[in-house]
């Protein structure tokens, strides 16, 4: 996966949280999903080594 130029190891990455700009927030798992996730424009915080999940700001939220 690529955002913004940089590449990301999505290998351990279990569920993926989307936190919106109104400030509610969800989540995707992506079992089966990894080769069509585009998360576009924003900021991440990965936390998949300590527990499978990398948050997502997309931008306006980040």
């Known amino acids: ?9 999505i290998t351990k990455v279990r569920t993926v949280v989307y936190h919106l700009p ?20 924003g900021r991440i915080c990965d936390t998949s080594e300590i527990d499978g999940v990398l948050h997502f700001f997309p931008r306006g939220n980040a």
């Open 22 to 41: 109104d400030g509610r927030q969800f989540s995707v798992k992506m079992e089966g999903l990894d080769q069509f996730v585009e998360l576009g424009l």
């Open 1 to 9: 996966m690529r955002v913004v130029g940089s590449p990301i190891d």
